[in-house]
Each structure stands twice: as structure tokens, then as C-alpha cells.
């Protein structure tokens, strides 16, 4: 199965195969979960390999939620960063499974989109 598949299904919104290949071969770290040989997930960071890293497009395909592989790829990601602040955006709602992990929602948090700037304001991330 594509990875762009997963997130439409997971659902993450859409993405372009080519672009997604390109985003992962230019992050710092990668994580894909298998299940006899079946890609079912993901997770990536960016990162500056000494003070900072965002972590983004973690997700499961929607059979496979639930069972602890998200957890998984947060926890094998932040075995491998090596710095001293990790941020990402919640998907509106899922908050509390970031604060499991010793997130804190950010007061001061800026966000500039190019690109579908009223989709992100309708869908809960910015006012
Ligand atoms: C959000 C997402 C990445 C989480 O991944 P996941 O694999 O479903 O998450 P986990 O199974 O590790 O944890 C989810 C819940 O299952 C519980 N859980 C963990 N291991 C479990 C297990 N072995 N059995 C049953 N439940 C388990 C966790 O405690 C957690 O509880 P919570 O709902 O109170 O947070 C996934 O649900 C997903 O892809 N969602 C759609 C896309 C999305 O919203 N991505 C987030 C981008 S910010």
C-alpha cells in the first residue's frame, strides 16, 4: 500500500505520493510500523540533530488504531532525537495522547500557512 493511501484512509488528508517520498527522504528521522510485511503506519521528525525537532504526519491506518503502534513510533522517534525540544501540532482532539507523553500545548505557538489558510483556520489549528 502507498503511504499517501494511509493517510487518506487514516484519515490524515490527502497527499501527493511524490511529494510524501520527498518529505520522508529529506526529514531526519523516518519511522514506518509493518505487520507481516504490510505497511500499516508512520511517523516522521525534522530536525536541526542538536537543539530542535518537529514531529509530523504520524499515523495508522484506521484498523490498526488503538493497539499501541502510534505510541510506538512517538516512543522509537524520541529514543532518536537528539535535542532538547520536540514540538509537533495535534490533530484537534487527539491532545491528550501527545500529553501522555510529556507534550504541553504551547502558549505562544505561531503558525504561517502558504496554502490552504482557511482549510487550517476551519479545521480547529489557528484562530
Ligand atoms: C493518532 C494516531 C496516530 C494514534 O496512533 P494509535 O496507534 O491509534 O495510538 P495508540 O494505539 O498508541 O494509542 C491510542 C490509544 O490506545 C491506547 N492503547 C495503547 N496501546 C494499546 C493496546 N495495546 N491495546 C489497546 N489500547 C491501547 C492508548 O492508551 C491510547 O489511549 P488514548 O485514546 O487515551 O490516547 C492514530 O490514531 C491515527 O493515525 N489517527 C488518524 C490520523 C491522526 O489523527 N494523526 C495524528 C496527527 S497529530
Known sequence: MEVAEIFR???LGIRVPDKLRRSC????LVCFAFVAG?????GRAISDG???????DLVILPEF???????RILIELHKRLPVENII????????????KFGYSKMLTAMAKRTKDVEIFRLNGYVE
Open 88 to 99: 509537533l501540532y495535534s490533530v484537534p482532539g487527539k491532545e491528550s495522547f501527545y500529553e
Open 25 to 28: 527522504e529529506n526529514s531526519f
Open 65 to 71: 488504531q488503538n493497539k499501541g503502534v502510534g505510541s
Open 9 to 11: 484512509l487514516a484519515p
Open 38 to 42: 504490510k505497511l500499516i503506519g508512520m
Open 50 to 56: 542538536e537543539y530542535q525537532a518537529a514531529i509530523y
